[in-house]
């Protein structure tokens, strides 16, 4: 009984466990850059604040704790995921000239230059496993969690409103994140990434959504 209890509890760790490289790769997957960029006339975006890293997906370990006791085991795998900054902004942009055209922002505009200037976007995110299990002369009890924690990055955007090179109108725009923590039930480490980054995308489509009606107000 005890040996199948080692076997076991081995076979969970290998498979919940995960480096920091293999981590990035499961991420980079999911992530796609936009091979080509909708062009506005009157609408600009400036991404310079936006960090334009070589990865897309840029991953680093904040802690890795394993004891193997004799009778209790503990693990702790930490991974902080950054998904580039600047391949965020263009996920933005494809967003909110999307969304600008269905509100018809182009009409209201009438001829004048909006310039859209990122200041602050959600691009990072912590992978958390970990757990303890204390093994007994005849049973054992394991105990787990993994989880994945947005980080509180709020979508931060100023804007300038120009008519024939005179600024009509400038400002800053803020809208909370209202992204969410999610609990692993039974995915690979692959697909529970998968399933987070799917949620990544749709809040910061609904953040930049919320955004665009703030500023259609504004104008």
């Known amino acids: 009984m005890r040996t199948l209890a080692f076997i076991i509890l081995t076979s969970s760790l290998l498979t919940s466990c995960v480096g920091v490289?293999?981590?990035t790769r499961f991420a980079e997957a999911k992530i796609e850059a936009i091979k080509t960029a909708t062009i506005s006339e009157n609408i600009t975006f400036d991404l310079s604040e936006l960090e334009n890293k070589n990865a897309k997906v840029t991953s680093t370990t904040l802690k890795s704790q394993f004891i193997p006791a004799i009778l209790y085991w503990q693990w702790n795998n930490t991974i902080k995921c950054e998904i580039n900054p600047r391949l965020v902004g263009e996920y933005f942009r494809e967003d909110?000239?999307?969304?600008?055209?269905t509100l018809n922002m182009y009409e209201k505009l009438e001829?004048?230059?909006l310039e859209v200037k990122i200041e602050k976007i959600p691009t990072?995110?912590?992978?958390?496993?970990?757990g303890h299990t204390f093994i007994l002369l005849y049973l054992y009890t394991v105990s787990s969690l993994t989880i994945?924690?947005?980080?509180?990055?709020?979508?931060?955007?100023?804007?300038k409103l120009?008519?024939?090179g005179s600024i009509i109108k400038e400002g800053s725009l803020t809208v909370k994140n209202k992204?969410?923590?999610?609990?692993?039930k039974f995915k690979s480490?692959?697909?529970?990434?998968w399933q987070y980054i799917d949620q990544f995308k749709e809040n910061n489509r609904k953040l930049t959504n919320e955004l665009v009606d703030m500023l259609f107000n504004e104008l």
């Not at 992204?179 to 692993?184: C, E, F, P």
Request: proline fraction near 2%; hydrophobic fraction near 35%.
């Open 148 to 159: 994945i924690y947005p980080q509180k990055e709020d979508l931060v955007v100023s804007y």
């Open 189 to 193: 480490t692959k697909k529970f990434t």
């Open 162 to 164: 120009t008519e024939n």
């Open 111 to 113: 001829g004048r230059e």
């Open 21 to 23: 490289k293999k981590y």
């Open 96 to 101: 909110f000239l999307a969304f600008a055209d």
């Open 179 to 184: 992204d969410q923590a999610i609990n692993n």
């Open 124 to 130: 990072r995110f912590l992978y958390v496993n970990k």
